[in-house]
């Protein structure tokens, strides 16, 4: 069913960006653009609303008039304690009613607390997914998507992914050519390749090393030599089955895997901080060809190092150009 009236909950502690990242998507007026105009209004419990910046909004809107909305959005709040019970009772009814509800950033956690991320797939700011899943553990918590759709539940990522989200939706219901003139407005691709991960500054977890953070350090002034464990084993005065048990209580992985992720690190950095040919940079990140560091680039970051080169190279000469 086409989405034609939007609510947007302003909760207390809203962080007012995320706010407005929904109502850039649904509350603009862009029918000098012949783009569809959306029934899109900013509710409150109680009227006044303290925000996460420290000042307050007032709103019109009550939760009542929300109740019919075709979609229910809960943007980010500064804490993500349960909400209150009419929040959850409005979001399960919302839902009952064949509706759709849809986060932005944090605000799943209060979808979570209505119960209606359980066995569902999802997702939430990078920083905050373990969080939601150790909290609701029947919710299936990617956090390497830009946005889910599951359903009539709806979930998104950092602030920048609600924008994507907006323009998925858009783009369902009204197809293509509208949902690009409304990323023209914005000033945005009208689609993000890859995910989440791209914009992770570590792209494993890291765990304190005790016995190994001497080697470890060394390792990593050295991943373009070639490592086994084996040779890792020896240096750290190891059986290999010692030195393995050892490596993965320590850093939560195996040596394999810990040099592959510190690889593509590296490659990041230098993909971002240079111009390097991209063999250059796999043989310099212990890759060895451009072919391998596509692969395991692709699979562990979301998108090729080409993609990932043209959105985050800092270019000096085109900054100045700029000013």
């Known amino acids: 069913m086409p989405i034609r009236s939007v609510a947007i909950l302003a909760l ?19 029918t000098d653009d012949g783009v569809p105009a959306y ?38 709040q500064l804490e993500r304690d349960c909400p209150s019970m009419a929040v959850i009772e409005l979001l399960q009814a919302t839902v009952a009613r064949g ?20 066995g569902r797939d999802c997702t939430t700011h990078w920083r905050y997914a373990a969080e939601l899943a150790a909290k609701f553990p029947l919710a299936r918590v990617n956090p390497d998507v ?20 907006c323009l998925h939706l858009i783009r369902q219901d009204h197809g293509e050519e509208i949902a690009r003139r409304v990323a023209r407005r914005m000033v945005m691709p009208p689609h993000r390749d890859g995910g989440q991960a791209q914009y992770v500054d570590a792209p494993i977890r890291v765990h304190a090393a005790d016995t190994l953070a001497g080697l470890l350090d060394e390792i990593g002034a050295e991943l373009s030599d070639e490592h086994t464990i084996e040779s890792l084993a020896t240096r750290a005065s190891m059986s290999p089955r010692t030195f393995a048990r050892r ?7 195996t040596p394999h895997l810990w040099l592959t992720h510190q690889r593509v690190l590296l490659a990041r950095r230098m993909l971002e901080e240079g111009d390097d040919p991209i063999d250059t940079v796999a043989d310099r990140c212990g890759f060895g060809t451009g072919a391998m560091l596509r692969h395991h680039f692709a699979r562990i970051v979301g998108v090729s190092p080409a993609a990932y080169r043209r959105t985050f190279r800092c270019d000096p000469n085109r900054l100045a ?3």
């Open 99 to 118: 509706a759709r509800v849809m986060s932005v950033c944090s605000g799943a956690f209060a979808i979570g607390a209505a119960g209606l991320l359980d």
């Open 39 to 76: 029934d899109c209004i900013v509710a409150s419990e109680a009227g006044r609303v303290e925000t996460a910046a420290g000042y307050s909004i007032d709103t019109p809107y009550r939760f009542g008039d929300a109740a019919s909305a075709d979609l229910v959005v809960v943007p980010a």
């Open 12 to 30: 207390p502690g809203v962080q007012p960006f995320e706010l407005g990242v929904a109502w850039e998507g649904f509350g603009i007026d862009r």
């Open 247 to 253: 490596f993965r209580a320590e850093t939560g992985t």
């Open 321 to 323: 150009g700029a000013l």
């Open 146 to 165: 830009l946005f889910v759709c599951d359903g009539p539940v709806l979930t998104s990522a950092g602030t920048a992914s609600g924008l994507d989200l």
